[in-house]
Each structure stands twice: as C-alpha cells, then as structure tokens.
C-alpha cells in the first residue's frame, strides 16, 4: 500500500514534463547523462538535476561504465502504484514529442556500434557540453592573455572579478564602485598588484583627470542609471583619444518587477538606444548589439557595445574605412527607448 504522502510525492513528479520525457527514454534504454542531454536537447546541468530527483524517489538505477554513468528506470512491482501510474501514463501518450526523442534515442543507439569518440559525439554543440578543464571562465582567462589593454578603468567594479580577469594584460587597472563594501573586497581580491587602484565614487562624476585611460569598462551597471547619458559621458571624457568604452547591459524589457528587486533603476537599452547614447557622446559606435539570451524564464538578453574615442587622423581614417564596410553600425532589430525614459536618458 502508499500512503497519501507518498501519492502526493510521485504525483508531483509526474507534474514535470522533462522527467516524463526521461522516464519514457529510461524504461526502454540505459542511456548516460551525455547521451540524455542530446537526445533531449536540454542542457545538462537540467538533465542531472531531475535525473537526480527521479533517483531519489526510488524509480531510476545508474551503474558506473567506464568514466560514464548509466541510467534506467527500475522495473518494480507491477502491482506498486508507481509501476502502475508510470505503465498507464506511458502506455497513454501520444506525443510528438515523445516520439521525436525516442527516434533521436534510436539513432544514438545505432550510433554507438561506431564507437566513436566523446569529442566527435559532439560536434556542432560543444558549448552545450561540460568535459574536464573546458570552461567558459578557463577560455576567458586564455583568450585574456592575447591582450594588450594599457591603462584600463572599471566602472562599477563590484568586488574585482572582472578587474581580477584582466589585471594580466593591463599596464594599470582602477576600480571604482559607490559601495564601500564593495570596493573593501575587491582591495583584498586585487590588493596585492602595485597596477590596481581602488576608488569609492558616482559614474556620473568620476573622479578621474579627463584622458586618464585607453579602455574604461561599463558592465552591468547602467542599469542602475537614472541619468545613463552623464554616465557615458564620463566614460567618454577620460578616455584618452583612440581609447574604447566598452558598455555590457540588459536589453530593453518589461519584466521591471524581477529587475527592482535587484535595485534596477531603469528597464534596460535596446542596442539602437544605447548606440544612439554612444553617439551622443562623441563616440565611434563599432558595435552595438545582442550578444546572449539567458536559458532561463524570463530570456533577459544581454546588450554588449564597442565605441572609440576620436583620435588621430590614421585612427579616424581607419574607422572612416571599418564604417563603410560595416554598413549599419547596430546589428539587432530594435524598439528604441523604453516607455517614459527617455527624458531621464537625455
């Protein structure tokens, strides 16, 4: 017999689609974590998390093969009310999307008598898949070290993490943060480089000499601008001719009640709007557009930007000759200002 609590606690697990999709694969074939995430085209840290929770309910086995770990569902007592929901459940759907996975399922298992290698499995969806050493912050501190950045400014620092990234490739690097706190830990993250330099200020008013740095960064922190133009103005005004701002921020959106609790003073910039600020500063706008979409609800979409400071006559020309190949400078579609901001971005 199952007690009420126990009919509740697998009738909720039956609530989520992705663990009815992998009951459905595991009751017919032992299949890896790998294996799963490509069958069902979801990414693996989602595979193993309900992987997991049908582990722990008593419904699913994994034995260890070589370096992979197989997974099947347990086959229990036909007359168990799980055996008995699952087989009636099972027996039931008519999906097409069940059976898409099953067919992926059975070309993966035909696929195997190939023995192919882990790395060849995966082609054309690497960046879906974890394997030891291969991170997106391992790539990042390798492609840092390609850099050559000079005197680099980052504005609305936090606690160094990003500063921290590029501290190798930069001939100085400042801090600057409103919070105390925040600025009390980047010092004890970068402390020790004679290069780094730690300021508590507003990016409205940065208190730095005009033309002071080559890069000044703006990563996740217009956002909490009720005045971004005074914001990229400074960036603007202590760059040195030929120096880049580089501006990392949410795409216009509409989901200001999740983004308030984070202290979001405004609802993002479409990429045309933040060009358009760009330009306002007096700016070389290379590139102004969506660069990434969050997995989760609600999709935020990230907004990054490149501008140069005017310099000397090779670098206008050079960026005269960039333009006329480049065509438009921003790349996404865009809506422009959200509604009723734009008289606080002027």
Known sequence: MTTLEGAVSLLSLLSDPTRIRLMALLRREELSVVELTRVLQLSQSRVSTHLGRLREAGLLRDRRLGSSTLYAAIEGDAAALPSRLWST????????VIEADWQRCEALVAARASAEDWPDSIAGQLERYYSPGRTWEATARGLVGLLRLGDVLDVGAGDGVVSELLSCS????????????????ARKRLGSLPS??????????????????????????????????RAIAEASRVLRPGGRLVVVTLNQHTHGHITQTYSHVNSGFSPEALAALL??????????????????VPYFEVVSAFADKPGSAAARAMNGHEARHRGARVDAPSKGFGAGQKEQYD
């Open 196 to 229: 780094a330099r730690f300021h508590v200020g507003d990016m409205h008013q940065l208190p730095m000499a005009e033309e002071s740095f080559d890069q000044v960064l703006l990563f996740n922190c217009l956002t909490y601008s009720r005045a971004p133009a």
């Open 89 to 96: 459940l099972l027996g039931a759907l008519d999906d097409g």
């Open 279 to 296: 330009e306002g500063a007096g700016l070389s706008v290379r590139r102004a557009s969506v660069s990434s979409r969050e997995k989760k």
């Open 170 to 185: 930069a001939t100085s690097i400042t801090l600057l943060d409103r919070s105390e706190r925040m600025i009390e830990a």
